[in-house]
């Protein structure tokens, strides 16, 4: 049975927002969080409805753990039910491993790692309660593989999404819930600082496709995942970066000077 309702939280921009218009696209009702700009989240549940598709918005701040819950619960009544979950929401400050306080490591695990925790769980006990199986999806990064300099914090939590989302995909295979990672790599989002740039109009000489991602790109793959075609595909990490993870050896030799170490 073909899924009619998804949550996407960190829905307002960037990658939650093309996801949240690529499941509507596909013939279902969106529930999306915010938590700095809610014009922009009411903006994104416009462009849902005018897809003929049902939307509801709710304010959730991923560092405060009883808010996702409460907002996951919200939007899946509003909806009258809960098919796919795209904990999407994410993000924090960097730090060099020796520099980092342990204020900012724990503030980022817990707007990272805790809140994908709470997300996950919540919707799967929705999706075991209703008996229809479902989708359980999380955006994580190429740096749930791949250390970067400045991200210890950031990295180790996307790297403990991906247990998390790899134990799921175990523990919920039973109930008919598939879960799985989709990590993207430079794409033009705020995080990035290229907001509503063309990303064919950025040059990257070091990502085999030579620029940046879209954030469409990355809805698409996670919007497969959450169809009945991808119905065999669970506990898997699908990585959307342009080929930027094959670089190592082939970039290694060509750096000039040591400024990537600062």
Request: without cysteine; hydrophobic residues 45%; proline residues 5%.
């Amino acid at each position: 049975m073909p899924p009619t309702t998804a949550v996407v939280t960190g829905g307002e921009s960037g990658i939650g927002r093309a996801t949240a218009l690529a499941l509507a696209a596909a013939g279902m009702d969106v529930g999306l969080t915010w938590f700095t700009d809610e014009s922009a989240a009411q903006a994104v549940a416009v462009e849902i409805v005018r897809l003929g598709r049902r939307a509801a918005v709710a304010r959730m701040d991923a560092t405060r753990l009883s808010e996702i819950a409460t907002a996951v619960d919200g939007l899946a009544v509003d909806l009258g039910g809960l098919d796919v979950y795209v904990h999407n929401a994410g993000g924090g400050p960097g730090g060099r491993l020796v520099d980092l306080d342990l204020q900012t490591w724990r503030h980022t695990l817990t707007l990272n790692l805790d809140a994908a925790f709470v997300g996950v769980q919540r919707a799967a006990q929705r999706m075991i309660e209703a008996g229809r199986g479902g989708r359980i999806l999380a955006v994580t990064s190429v740096h749930a593989d791949l250390p970067g300099m400045g991200a210890a914090a950031y990295s180790a939590a996307k790297h403990g999404i991906t247990g998390l989302i790899r134990t799921a995909a175990l523990e919920l295979a039973v109930h008919g819930i598939t879960a799985n990672t989709v990590a993207p790599g430079e794409i033009a989002t705020p995080m990035t600082g290229l907001d509503g740039v063309d990303p064919y109009t950025v040059d990257r000489p070091g990502i085999p496709a030579g620029r940046p991602g879209d954030p469409r790109e990355i809805a698409a793959v996670v919007a497969f995942l959450a169809s009945p075609a991808a119905a065999y595909v669970t506990g898997a990490s699908w990585t959307v970066d342009g080929g930027m993870g094959l670089m190592g050896a082939q970039a290694a030799p060509l750096l000039t000077s040591d400024a990537w170490r600062r």
